[in-house]
């Protein structure tokens, strides 16, 4: 699953990078990595949708990826090249540009899941993108606790030193406000905390 874009760093990154490119794994890879896991753990689920925004689309190639992974593009949705309805050995995949219904949505029988999803740099000990890989762990809590509770709420970021340590103090309250959290391996393996 090559959910990674490597990216020339910065000069004033480079010291903090682990190997000659910087490992980033876009938000809208955090969420296919997550639909994909939901679709293939969830029992009975077959169909999830996901709900970029527009620069998404810019920095990963959805299309591609789901392509790439076995998924045939059945029918378009908007304007965009990535949107539409895509379906695999009964599963279904609906990527969708519409703000405000939470990044990753799926209907259970058991109710809905909403999932907020932030990406980052995955081999980066520099102080400033380890800070946003933090940040990313808290904005996509803070955007779960402005939602009506109720199903299941998962805040998903990249699995790094920085947001596991994070995860690992942060799941006893936020389980407490109905919250859960996952992080997402650059191999797409999905892991709850």
């Not at 709900?51 to 990826?65: A, L, M, S, T, V």
């Not at 609906?94 to 209907?107: H, R, T």
């Not at 030193?161 to 994070?166: E, S």
Request: a positive charge.
């Amino acid at each position: 699953m090559n959910l990674i874009v490597e990216l020339e760093p910065p000069e004033k990154r480079r010291a903090g990078c682990n190997g000659p490119l910087e490992r980033h794994l876009p938000e809208a890879a955090v969420m296919l990595a997550f639909a994909t896991h939901l679709l293939n753990t969830t029992p009975g689920l077959t169909a999830v949708e996901i709900h970029p925004d527009g620069e998404h689309g810019k920095r990963f190639d959805i299309r591609r990826w789901l392509t790439e992974y076995g998924f045939l593009h059945d029918s378009a949705i908007g304007k965009t090249v990535s949107g539409g309805v895509y379906r695999r050995d009964g599963q279904t995949l609906i990527v969708s540009f519409k703000p405000g219904l939470g990044d990753v949505v799926a209907e259970t029988a058991s109710g809905t899941i909403i999932a907020e999803c932030k990406g980052g740099i995955v081999n980066t000990t520099h102080a400033g993108q380890q800070s946003r890989l933090r940040k990313g762990l808290c904005e996509a809590v803070g955007q779960l606790i402005g939602r009506p509770s109720g199903g299941r709420q998962v805040a998903v970021v990249p699995n790094t030193r920085a947001t596991m340590g994070l995860a690992k103090k942060m799941i006893a309250r936020t389980r407490a406000a109905g919250i859960d959290i996952a992080v997402v391996d650059e191999h797409g393996n999905v892991t709850d905390i």
